[in-house]
C-alpha cells in the first residue's frame, strides 16, 4: 500500500510532480531555463498528457488540468491526472515523488494524491508474472494541509484496496465463513466489533431468505453484525448499513443462460465489501457516529436442496415469498436482514447491492442508482457526496405501481414482476416492504465490477460505494 505523507519542503524524492490549473501557468518557482521554458511551451501546444524535465538528479512532471465550473469536476480531473501519472511512474521505477498544486487549494492536492494511490491498485496474489508497482511514498507539499486529512485519505484509499481484494478473491477462496473471517482480521486492526452468527443461529432466528438461497450450496451462511459505536457518538440511534454478501452467483436453479455470465459473479458480494470497507474506514478514523454493518453471506448454487421455481419461502419477519426466480436471490437475503434492523430502532439504513442487470442497463457503469424513503435533507446530501467523490448516483422513482406487481396468488408476495420493465425498481419495492424506517437502497450492480480499465477505477472490482459513504458520514460528523 502506497503510504501518504505531509511533506516538508526538504524531503528528499527521486520525482516531483506539480499539477496546473491555471490557462498562465507561473513558472518563476521551477526557474526553468530558456531551452527548459521552450520545451514546456511546445508540449503544452502538443497537448500531452505530462510534461517530463530531468534536472539536478530529478524527475519534474508537469501536468495541467482546464478550470471546471464546479468544484467536483476539477477534483475529478485532478484524480484522472493523478492516475495519469501514476502509469508514468511505474515506467520509471519511481518509488517516492512530491507532489503539489499551483493552486492554494489543499482539497485539490488531495485528490490528486487520491487518483494516484487508486490507479495503482494491482490485485497480484495469485500471479507470478506481473511486478508490484514500484511507487512506496506520497509527499504532499502544501503550506496549509492538515495531518488528518491526509490520515484520512490514507484510511479511505486503504478501505478502498481493501473492499477490491475482497471482491477480486474467486469463491475458492472467500466462502461465507472466509469472508467472516477476512472482516474478523478488519474489526481487530480497525477497533469496530464483530459477531457472527453461525448456521445454526440463522436457522433459529428463521431467516428463511437467507437459508433458502443457502439451500443449494454445501457452504453454510453466515450473518455478520459489524458496529462502531465510540462514547462521543453525535447519534443515539445508529446508522445502519446492510450489504449484500453472495459470494458467488450462479443464479441457481434459475441458472445464468448466457456464456460468460457467470464469469465475474464473484462480484456479487461487492455490497458486502463496501460495508466492510466503510466500517474499517469510520474507525480508523475515529468518526464520531454511531454506524451497524449487517452482512448476510452465501454463495448461491444449484446443488442439493436449491429453492425451485414456485417454492414458498418465510422471511425472518413472518413474510412469505413465492420465489419464482432463483437469480433474484440478493433481494431474499437483503430482506431477511432490514427486517432484523428494525431491532436497533435506526435512525437511517442504507443496504448495498449488486441487485440487478436492470440498474446497470439504465445507467451504465458510470454511476449508482438509488431509491428509498429517506427524507430529501439527506438524499440532497447524498447526492452532493457522489458528486465530489465522483461516485455519482441517480434516483429512482419508487411508485406504488411498482409494488402491485410483486402481488403473488399464494403467498403475500413474490420475488420478481411478470416482465422486465422497471426491474431496478421492483426490487427496490421489494426491499421497501422489509423496512419500517427511513432507508436508501443503491443499486451498485453497474459500477463495481468493471469489464475493461476506468480510469483510476481500474478493471474488475473498483470497491465503489466507500469514498461516497466515508464521505457522506464525515460531513455528517461535521455538523453541529
Known amino acids: 500500500m502506497i503510504k501518504l505523507h505531509l511533506s516538508p519542503k526538504n524531503t528528499k524524492a527521486h520525482s516531483q510532480a506539480i499539477l496546473f490549473t491555471s490557462d498562465a501557468p507561473d513558472y518563476k518557482a521551477l526557474s526553468l531555463s530558456k531551452e527548459e521554458l521552450a520545451l514546456v511551451n511546445s508540449q503544452r501546444k502538443a497537448k500531452r498528457p505530462f510534461i517530463q524535465l530531468f534536472r539536478n538528479g530529478l524527475y519534474l512532471y508537469l501536468q495541467y488540468i482546464e478550470n471546471k465550473p464546479t468544484k467536483s469536476l476539477l477534483w475529478e480531473a485532478a484524480r484522472l491526472a493523478g492516475n495519469t501519472l501514476v502509469a508514468e511512474l511505474k515506467s520509471q521505477n519511481c518509488t517516492d515523488i512530491i507532489i503539489a498544486v499551483d493552486a492554494k487549494d489543499s482539497a485539490l492536492l488531495l485528490a490528486y494524491a487520491e487518483g494516484m494511490v487508486l490507479g495503482s491498485y494491482q490485485f497480484l496474489k495469485y500471479r507470478k508474472d506481473a511486478p508490484a508497482h514500484p511507487l512506496k511514498n506520497i509527499y504532499l507539499l502544501d503550506p496549509v494541509l492538515k495531518q488528518k486529512d491526509v490520515d484520512d485519505l490514507q484510511t479511505i484509499t486503504e478501505a478502498n484496496w481493501i473492499a477490491r481484494d475482497l471482491v477480486n478473491e474467486p469463491v475458492s477462496y472467500l466462502t461465507a465463513e472466509k469472508l467472516s473471517a477476512e472482516i474478523r482480521k478488519l474489526s481487530k486492526s480497525a477497533?469496530?466489533?464483530?459477531?457472527v452468527f453461525n448456521k445454526l443461529k440463522i436457522k433459529t432466528l428463521k431467516m428463511g431468505g437467507l437459508l433458502?438461497?443457502?439451500?443449494?450450496?454445501?457452504?453454510?451462511?453466515?450473518?455478520?453484525?459489524?458496529?462502531?459505536?465510540?462514547?462521543?457518538?453525535?447519534?443515539?440511534?445508529?446508522?445502519?448499513?446492510?450489504g449484500k454478501g453472495v459470494t458467488y452467483d450462479t443464479g441457481g436453479l434459475t441458472l445464468k443462460p448466457t456464456p460468460g455470465s457467470m464469469d465475474s459473479m464473484k462480484c456479487d458480494m461487492a455490497g458486502a465489501a463496501a460495508v466492510s470497507g466503510i466500517l474499517y474506514a469510520v474507525s480508523k478514523m475515529n468518526l464520531?457516529?454511531?454506524?451497524?454493518?449487517?452482512?448476510?453471506?452465501?454463495?448461491?448454487?444449484?446443488?442439493?436442496?436449491?429453492?425451485?421455481?414456485?417454492?414458498?419461502i418465510t422471511m425472518y419477519d413472518g413474510t412469505t415469498v413465492e420465489v419464482l426466480n432463483s437469480d433474484a436471490e440478493g433481494r431474499l437475503i437483503l430482506g431477511d436482514a432490514l427486517a432484523y434492523a428494525k431491532k436497533y430502532k435506526p435512525q437511517l439504513v442504507f443496504d448495498f447491492a449488486t441487485l440487478t442487470g436492470a440498474a446497470a442497463r439504465a445507467i451504465g457503469t458510470y454511476g449508482t442508482v438509488f431509491m428509498g424513503t429517506a427524507d430529501t435533507e439527506t438524499k440532497s446530501a447524498m447526492l452532493e457526496s457522489g458528486n465530489d467523490t465522483y461516485e455519482r448516483l441517480v434516483e429512482f422513482p419508487m411508485w406504488n405501481e411498482y409494488g402491485e406487481l410483486l402481488k403473488s396468488d399464494i403467498a403475500d408476495m413474490k420475488n420478481v414482476s411478470a416482465g422486465p420493465a422497471g426491474g431496478a425498481i421492483t426490487a427496490g419495492?421489494?426491499?421497501?416492504?422489509?423496512?419500517?424506517?427511513?432507508?436508501?437502497?443503491?443499486?451498485?450492480?453497474?459500477?463495481?465490477?468493471?469489464?475493461?480499465?476506468?480510469?483510476?477505477?481500474?478493471?474488475?472490482a473498483t470497491g465503489v460505494g466507500i469514498r461516497l459513504i466515508v464521505d457522506f458520514l464525515k460531513k455528517q460528523s461535521l455538523k453541529k
Open 429 to 460: 419495492k421489494f426491499l421497501e416492504h422489509f423496512t419500517d424506517y427511513p432507508w436508501l437502497h443503491f443499486d451498485i450492480a453497474g459500477p463495481a465490477f468493471l469489464s475493461s480499465p476506468d480510469a483510476y477505477r481500474g478493471k474488475n
Open 288 to 312: 464520531p457516529i454511531y454506524i451497524i454493518g449487517l452482512i448476510p453471506a452465501t454463495d448461491n448454487r444449484p446443488g442439493g436442496n436449491a429453492l425451485a421455481p414456485g417454492d414458498i
Open 212 to 242: 433458502g438461497v443457502n439451500q443449494g450450496s454445501i457452504d453454510p451462511p453466515t450473518f455478520n453484525i459489524l458496529e462502531w459505536k465510540p462514547k462521543n457518538a453525535k447519534n443515539k440511534k445508529p446508522i445502519i448499513l446492510v
Open 191 to 195: 477497533g469496530f466489533k464483530l459477531e
